[in-house]
């Protein structure tokens, strides 16, 4: 059973920083294209970044572009989603995905809120 456990969330002021953090179970993150994505009440969830295996290629958002970072850690079966900059309209719940297409993945995490204040 695959278990992703986002972390690192919380409320920032507009132009501050925060990093996400996603723990895998088992040997997910050196086996599948890994991304985040994020849904702002009343929107649908949308692609943020995708960090994809085995040649860690990185693909982001035009919203994100220049100001968020994703990354992996084999050793700690982590994803991390380093954001800079932020913006109020970056406020979202974020998501940790498995191996995502456009819109769908093959496992989710439960999410971890992101509010950023002007």
């Known amino acids: 059973q695959v278990h992703l456990v986002e972390s690192g969330g919380g409320l920032v002021q507009a132009g501050g920083s925060l990093r996400l953090s996603c723990a895998a179970s088992g040997r997910i993150v050196s086996t599948y294209n890994m991304a985040w994505f994020r849904q702002a009440p009343g929107k649908e969830r949308q692609f943020v970044a995708l960090?994809?295996?085995?040649?860690?290629?990185?693909y982001y958002s035009v919203s994100v572009e220049g100001r968020f970072t994703i990354s992996r850690d084999i050793a700690k079966s982590a994803v991390y989603l380093q954001m800079n900059s932020l913006k109020p309209e970056d406020t979202a719940v974020y998501y940790c995905?498995?191996?995502?297409?456009?819109?769908?993945?093959?496992?989710w995490g439960q999410g971890t809120q992101v509010t950023v204040s002007s």
């Open positions: 960090i994809s295996w085995p040649d860690d290629a990185t």
């Open positions: 995905a498995v191996d995502p297409t456009t819109s769908t993945a093959r496992y």
